[in-house]
């Protein structure tokens, strides 16, 4: 039974919700509660437990069970709650999936297991072993970068027929959104699902249905209103949202050399707004004082600049 | 206290063992008191469980549990036993520790944690917090194709500044191999251990310590053999050695077309030996019949030509 | 001095014209003439000579120079006329720039030596040292699948500083063509030239300047419509001419699997069309007939579907 | 005709030449003259114009010209002058074969043309035009860093069947080169030519028949001794010299951070030794002032270590 908040397709904003920790690597359940209203708030449509920004591989299970439960909980049916269970553990994937089914998530995300590379062949294989367990309806998750898989569209169209009711591409690659667009347009039902926060707006006005933007962990608002602007085909306000988002991105998401760097930032960004802190699971790790103070700036001048704006608020 | 066993710097062929399981993908016991029996009689010097041949990352908590319980049993410190705990979840990682310490095993095996791409600096952060926590005596472990990070010398300067008692090499660049034994020719207790195992008895020559050679699951004595000759230098028998590896990669390795394939030949092997059969966890699977019967025709010449020679047996 | 027809900032359609051969591998001289006319016709605001499409590299001097001698005496100044400069020979370059520019061209095109892998630093060394030497005004070209080196925002910065009047990128990376346009929006001389031509609306609408499109050499009043409905904001018209893009990339872009297939594909269309052969100068080389007999297929339904559509006319 | 010089299977050390370089980019016929008796002295068993080492593509045809006709002059048959003719103009490679061989080369050196990313199909189609034109032996060339291409073993064996006399291997890829030592073992007239210098010894010790140093530039008699020591398996021999090898390779060949610091650091070599000067043709330019003083110290510490050494005259 598709639970009852859920239509198809899946539509909207959906942050990748960062994970809060406590010092101590354990689960900031204050900051949770702070983050998911802030998010609710701001109007977003779903959150998207255990994906990259969520540092899922990196949590033990019972920290990502923890997770679940309680987010699950603070929620309490008002949005959408997704929950990736991608793990390099057939079992534990499915076991992550009847946990998130239990607490009342609503759908799972799915991508390849990550530590071996394997062919779009084995991709399938391992999807139909898998689809038949899945309690909960379910997204691919394409994101080449973590996986050493692009998914294809071949292998995407698969995965529609097996079940899947939606793909969120994070491959960051624009000419396979716009396949993945093209192939499933006469497909209502199928959500194609921006990863690159970027592309929303271009998503949203060639055919695609939202994004899992990992900056509407910050501003939600901000993608909230991009979305509707670009649903409304609102160009003027399309275009002065996506330049809030660039600056943004030459900015905020740009400090420090890690290949995680927007993760930091974010997390940082949080911490700065009194949300919640920004410790990370190794491997990764919260920006230095330096790179914290750097973002300090970008925030407050963003912030400043956007107060100086009328007739749109953020 | 370093285990009894194990002498610095660890040296000879340590196969990465694969695991066997049942058709139900429970562990095979049998065939892995089978498979110990037959690597201690080819003359190993050592086992590594879980590694990337093990299937380590798709295998879940409570079968890598059982399977080091098993095999440190069987062995019975007849060999040295290397267990792989790396794991994208920290808190994991340093539980297998433990629980492979407990078990008795001689040493572990650590490679960077497998979900994030992460930099040289993060990579060393992450030894930073994990080493201190860690029972036994540790080798780091390269392996880019899996990892996404190819540990540069400068960081495994840093993880022998940190503990480590050496580095298994699986990137197959053998300019950084070369780099790695140039680097530490001056430190006799740290050991270079080849992962490619083609460069084995180049390693050796060179000043290398030992290979982690997949193939010495299926032809123990080739590899013991080679690393022998390769100790004693005598260059034809070398030369007549790698003719016959250079063979099976030609041959056996060479069938099917998943970047894993060399490990799916491997099991097949395996179980055309009766040793055990060729299940493999999810996402990996059983080489299919054509080429099965393949790898058995293969088999069939390079056992049949073996028994043509004479004056060296294999 | 700018030539006359030249207005900065560089815009709308201006196709990389496949360069038309014999048999023989000479100039089509024949085919030139009715290509430009074609181009012409289709209502396009230049063309672009030597470029990738019109596989440049791969002909000897004598022949480029005979190009751009003849196409600039045909097209005699009614739209502009671009020339890919780039050689690995420094002199070289200098040298097909100066005749160009003696041949009545309006501007060069410069691509980094395509050799040697290179960083930014050094290719910004070379453009220091090449542009004080250009006679014409030039856009910078970037193709990284072809130079290896994939120019950053930064460097572009540098060449702008330098007298490039634009980029034409063709790295297929919306979110480096989308910073590029945010980095000059506030310098309206400055071309960004999208070199994906699916990338075409989304160029225009978020505020750049026009499309090397290599679909433009067959279907040249698609790309210009689609221009004109970008440039008018036509959403409605957008889609559906968008669609038939993607049509023709999920089509006739896609037979045969060589790396360069689009550009073997664009030629066969032309000689289907009867506007000139689809000889290639090695290491290309045309469809064989099973694919050209494809694309025929896919070109006929295309027709046929155009022809059936009203109100809009390609 | 085989020129009489040259004997099958090519054997020995043959440095890929740099091209000596007078400020104003135009040859220096006294470097060069210098440069080459400077080779010979040093024992090599022949020159290699025009390759990655000497900037062939870099260089205008003129200048090619003027190398090869100089060079050959110079060398007057004393040893074996091979000439890269690869350029991405089929014509120009024709042209530059034929005069090679008119101005008394005895080879030539043939790598795919390097501006577009081709197939192993396309590449074997490409050999299959160009080599019915060739009026000499020739070499294939493998150098994907370059030419973006990395020449399979089967693309190998066809070239063999097309005449090829053998293959220089610059992939820096030690299982393609033992893979391709495998497969011709038995083509006792088929070159295996090493084109990372690091791997010379292993390359002979295994069946391999020389290489191509860009390092014997500046240390011929070190490269030669080398090959020498591994002919006769000297294997103490062979680990003296090839720890003065990786000594070069962590000091002299480290210095900088372009991809190309190695051809820099053997023309600043060169010019410390007052052989030739140190200009080079763009995209690549001379170490700076600092990184010059850097490897000065590095070689004079090189140089004073060999006097102290004793038993082996380098």
Redesign the interface.
């Known amino acids: 039974m598709t639970p009852k908040l859920m239509k198809l397709p899946l539509k909207g904003i959906i942050p990748p919700m960062i994970t809060p920790l406590l010092e101590n690597?354990e689960l900031d359940s204050k900051g949770l509660k702070l983050l998911i209203e802030h998010l609710i708030e701001g109007g977003v449509h779903g959150i998207f437990l255990l994906g990259?920004n969520g540092e899922g591989?990196?949590?033990?299970?019972r920290l990502r069970r923890q997770l679940i439960k309680e987010a699950c909980k603070i929620v309490n049916h008002r949005i959408l709650v997704l929950v990736g269970i991608t793990d390099?553990?057939?079992?534990?994937t499915v076991e992550m999936a009847n946990y998130a089914k239990e607490m009342g998530a609503d759908a799972l995300v799915v991508a390849?297991?990550?530590?071996?590379?394997?062919?779009q062949h084995?991709?399938i294989?391992?999807l139909k072993?898998?689809i038949p367990t899945l309690p909960l309806p379910f997204l691919l998750y394409n994101i080449p970068?973590?996986t050493?898989v692009n998914l294809s569209v071949e292998t995407v169209k698969k995965g529609k027929e097996m079940g899947a009711i939606g793909i969120k591409d994070s491959s960051?690659?624009?000419?396979l959104l716009?396949?993945l667009i093209?192939e499933f347009k006469d497909t209502p039902d199928f959500s194609i699902i921006a990863g690159?926060e970027?592309?929303l707006s271009?998503t949203i006005?060639?055919?695609g249905h939202g994004a899992v933007a990992g900056g509407a962990n910050c501003f939600p608002k901000l993608f909230v209103d991009l979305y509707e602007a670009s649903l409304s085909?609102d160009?003027n306000k399309i275009?002065f949202l996506?330049?809030q988002l660039?600056k943004i991105?030459?900015t905020i998401y740009n400090v420090g050399?890690?290949?995680?760097k927007s993760i930091q930032a974010i997390k940082c960004v949080l911490s700065l707004k009194g949300i919640c802190q920004d410790y990370m699971?190794?491997?990764?790790?919260p920006l230095n004082t330096t790179h914290r103070n750097e973002i300090k700036g970008y925030l407050e001048e963003f912030e400043y600049s956007k107060k100086q704006r009328t007739g749109l608020k953020l």
Not at 172 to 175: A, K, L, P, R
């Open positions: 690597k990259t591989p990196s949590l033990d299970y390099t553990s057939f079992n534990a390849p297991p990550y530590y071996f590379p394997v062919t084995e991709t294989d391992y072993a898998l970068s973590c050493k960051g690659d624009m000419s716009y396949a093209d690159a970027l592309f271009d006005l060639n055919g085909r160009l275009a996506r330049d660039l991105h030459k050399d890690s290949p995680t699971a190794l491997p990764l790790s």
